[in-house]
């Protein structure tokens, strides 16, 4: 038989998406396979300040990385959840942490028991049981114990870094691995005239590139998959009206606090994420209700220090290709679609297609069944942080805005109005196919925006109400007493990963 294995992987543009593909091919692919990575200096990457979930945790493990050495060098901080300020109504904030809500007791969900109790006035907020979402507003950190029977299991994290430094971090680690760097601009692609594949890049410059499987992390260009190969575009605008960002770096202000800040403004939302060395905040707005310079005009009265450089706009629409994978084109990033940075998905989107692609990597048949299972996995994924994304604009109280009011409006996704109408009936959450949101994201936001169930799943009455109501006032005060002995976010900083520079062509 034949060896039909993929020998040569081409990934055209760099950034955050080129690079991570970079050095996980560097690090899963066979030996003997050639990868090149093509991009230029000439055109700029999206690297504003990035906040992530704690899957990224999990794709840098599997690069080998050291954790601390990766969040010293990237100017991170820890992330233990995101605040959300404005939503629900002005005048309201809430937390969607990481960690978990509780204990379930009996195989009953712990937040059936807290609905109870707290229609009763009987339970504290729904945040106070979380040991990530007390911690982020005290400014407290540390990692999870590893012990089971530990309060501080219960710890999730993430970080925020700078995205420029991530993606030059992830290229020196790819470059000692063996992959090739090509500088230049893309000029055309050649398609293979019997099936449309793609079989080679011309670059500005005469030079051709030739591939086997292509991957396209070209950003919102989409060179490959849509300028070369028309896969389409399916947009959600009509769901997720913001259009534009603008950003506007500021220099640190106070200590870094250990969580993402988003709140709404009239016709969109600023976003807060402290780096080590800065602070990356911006305004995301709907071009319908907002014009740019109104939008800068914003954006710098609310940044807490000094501005940085000037206002940088970046236009977008939500949307994603209908095909991610065609021919022998993968599209990872932007070049595969946008869903606003609201859930700080962007990174994970990028990651999670990396993990596709190894699980249904093909061979130089490109068996069309790889390529469909590629396609309905990323739709279905893609879809689900659509409608938590939406989630956030729905279910609002505010109408004193023409986009409030707009969004409290609109139609959402019958995939969305189910899971909120089995919240509000009963409580009750369900994950389908493996979605990236926990029951727990999905508990945070519901109470935070605002949705009240009308009952509670009838099987929290089959356990002992005394017993229940010792727990619940037993459990606040302890979750706090834990997030007081843990260290400041700024001294764990400090002790484990304060920012320093690169050594020049080295990476561990």
Request: proline fraction near 4%.
């Amino acid at each position: 038989m034949s060896d039909r294995r993929i020998r040569k992987v081409v990934i055209v543009g760099g950034g955050t998406a080129g690079w991570m593909a970079a050095a996980a091919m560097a690090r899963l692919t066979a030996v003997g396979t050639e990868i090149i990575l093509v991009e230029s200096d000439e055109i700029g990457t999206i690297g504003v300040g990035e906040a992530t979930i704690p899957p990224i945790r999990t794709f840098n493990a599997m690069l080998g990385i050291d954790e601390d050495d990766f969040a010293a060098r990237t100017q991170a901080t820890f992330k233990l959840g995101i605040e959300f300020v404005d939503w629900t109504r002005r005048g309201h904030r809430y937390m969607h942490p990481f960690g978990r809500f509780g204990v379930d007791i009996e195989a009953v969900k712990f937040h059936q028991f807290w609905l109870k109790f707290r229609a009763r006035g009987e339970a504290a907020g729904l945040e106070e049981y979380n040991l990530c979402a007390v911690a982020a507003k005290l400014g407290r950190f540390q990692r999870p114990s590893p012990d089971p029977r530990s309060i501080l299991s219960t710890l999730n994290y993430a970080f925020h870094f700078d995205a420029t430094l991530y993606a030059a971090y992830l290229r020196a680690y790819a470059e000692a691995r063996g992959v090739a760097r090509r500088e230049g601009k893309v000029a055309d692609v050649e398609l293979r005239g019997e099936d449309g594949f793609v079989a080679a890049l011309k670059l500005e410059d005469g030079r051709r590139i030739e591939g086997e499987l292509f991957v396209d992390c070209s950003g919102f260009r989409g060179i490959l998959i849509e300028r070369a190969l028309k896969s389409g575009y399916e947009e959600w605008t009509r769901w997720l009206p913001c259009d534009r960002a603008v950003a506007l770096p500021s220099a640190a202000a106070g200590e870094p606090l250990p969580y993402t800040r988003c709140t709404a403004l009239g016709a969109g939302w600023q976003w807060r994420i402290p780096l080590q060395h800065r602070t990356g905040t911006g305004y995301v707005y709907s071009s319908a209700h907002l014009g740019d310079d109104e939008a800068a005009r914003t954006a710098a009265a609310r940044i807490e220090g000094e501005a940085l450089s000037e206002p940088r706009f970046i236009r977008f629409s939500a949307g994603r290709r209908r095909k991610l994978w065609n021919r022998n084109v993968v599209a990872l990033g932007l070049a595969g679609g946008f869903l606003e940075p609201l859930e700080s998905t962007s990174i994970h989107l990028v990651q999670a297609g990396i993990s596709r692609l190894f699980a249904l990597f093909p061979d130089r048949d490109f068996d069309p069944v790889l390529e469909a299972e590629y396609n309905r996995l990323s739709a279905i994924q893609l879809e689900q942080v659509r409608d938590f994304i939406i989630l956030h604009y729905k279910a609002t109280e505010r109408d004193d805005s023409p986009f409030w009011r707009d969004c409290a409006a609109m139609e959402v996704p019958e995939t969305l109005s189910r899971k909120i109408a089995l919240f509000r009936a009963g409580g009750r959450i369900f994950r389908y196919e493996d979605e990236l949101f926990s029951e727990d994201s999905w508990l945070a936001v519901l109470v935070g925006q605002g949705i009240v169930p009308r009952s509670y799943d009838r099987l929290a009455d089959t356990v002992d109400e005394a017993d229940i109501a010792g727990t619940l006032a037993r459990m606040a005060p302890f979750i706090r007493k834990a997030a007081e002995a843990m260290p400041a976010h700024s001294d764990y900083i400090a002790r484990h990963c304060a920012a320093r520079a690169a050594a020049p062509g080295r990476m561990t």
